[in-house]
């Protein structure tokens, strides 16, 4: 342990993803002390880019695109010294079914009440919801699989009213998957790194936190401890529970935290010579395919990964229970279904790839399962709310928690510096 370890501080942030980072870079903004410690040996959490052995190919194994509504993180993306690139996402793409090729307009769908205007008071599971508004059997399994696909957990496992609730606060106007970053997002984690290195301390699982004549001791798994005025836990509520909380605040925040199921994920991106799904025969007319929906395997979508000018890429997004039953075979029946997948649409050119990347999620020991947790039916509909307010001191933060873009990067931005704000309220009184 640094000298620099020992010394308290006022804040002490646990995890440093993009959440965890933002709200330290809100701290430092402000003059006050504090340190980051981080479980992993990297920063970035559910944000992460591989790169292929000549280096001269990239993929995000995690979080990849915003809009032009997700401020936050457009700044972040400039200050790191990159551009936005839109998608091959226009007026003329369509996305569709597997089972007709039909073109989806999800904003058109009955399901469209659940998902922008209906308001859903019970803690029901969502798959009993969407029985309540959708009557055709094979919308329904188009619409759960697309919410399975965001959100990487099956409908009958998520609390109605808090998804509910969550969707509602995706406040846009733009289709969130417009734009990507110009280079690889690692240069956004490193950016906020640099600003913030010489507090970042990596390979450091907190396991306790206790008070101690009045101030917060997190001991480490490799008995390292830090000690600080206040506490931001800036991890997943289902990687937060793993770790023991002074006895008033894990009664405050227990059942909050307990509502909260990981979501599993698994993502395949597949490069090609030939853009053969921009050319695709749909009821006798071509048309240029964006993305599909897999009703048939819920939880399971596909979408255009390519820039303009840029490689042809598909990316598969396996999510939910399938993501759990397919981590337990090998990567080459993972790459076997993910292929019969595509050629289910699009035939015998979905063979002929020049690579693929895959990334697993699921059960992730420091980051969840998938892009966020999710509060299930027997949970707290409202945890979210109780999570990020700050008692004795401690508050959470985390994408699931954001108060505008909940499971997007967007999300994790304003989370963290929600917290770090009304932390630091707590400490100026």
Known sequence: ????????????????????????????????????????????????????????????????????????????????????????LDKDSIVINEKNAKAIDLGSTRGAALLNQYTVDSDKPLSSALDEVVKDKWEKKMISSYIAAETTVNTDQINAAAAN???????????????????????????????????????????????????????????????????????????ARRIALPDEVKVHFEEALSSYIDG?????????????????????????????????????NLMDASQPEGENRLTLF????????????????RENYALDRLSEVFGDDAENFQDIEESIWVNSRYSGGGYGAMIHPEGDSKANQQLSQPFRRIVFAGTELAPRFPHFMEGAVRSGQQSAERLLKELSR
């Open 1 to 88: 342990m640094s000298e620099n370890q020992n010394q308290p501080v006022d804040v002490l942030v646990i995890g440093a993803g993009l959440a965890g980072l933002s709200a330290a870079r809100k701290v430092k903004q402000e003059g006050i002390s504090f340190a980051v410690v981080e479980a992993s040996n990297r920063g970035g959490g559910k944000v992460q880019t591989e790169f292929s052995a000549d280096g001269k190919r990239f993929f995000e194994q995690g979080a990849q695109y915003v809009n032009r509504d997700m401020t936050e993180m457009i700044s972040l993306i400039q200050e790191a010294g990159m551009e936005l690139k839109q998608t091959n």
């Open 264 to 300: 599993a994920v698994i993502k395949m991106t597949l490069v090609y010579d030939d853009d053969f799904w921009r050319h695709k025969k749909v009821r006798g007319k071509e048309r240029k395919i964006f993305g599909v929906i897999y009703a048939g395997n819920e939880g399971v």
């Open 318 to 333: 396996i999510g939910g229970d399938k993501a759990r039953e397919l981590v337990h075979v090998t990567a080459e029946v």
């Open 165 to 239: 609730r969550m969707i509602s606060r995706v406040t846009t106007q733009e289709n969130e998957l417009k734009y990507q970053a110009s280079g690889p997002l690692n240069n956004v984690i490193h950016f906020l790194e640099d600003e913030l290195s010489d507090q970042i301390y990596y390979c450091e699982p907190v396991v306790s936190i206790e008070t101690v004549d009045g101030m917060y001791k997190a001991t480490t798994e490799h008995g390292n401890q830090y000690h600080a005025r206040s506490v931001i836990l800036a991890i997943p509520p289902t990687v």
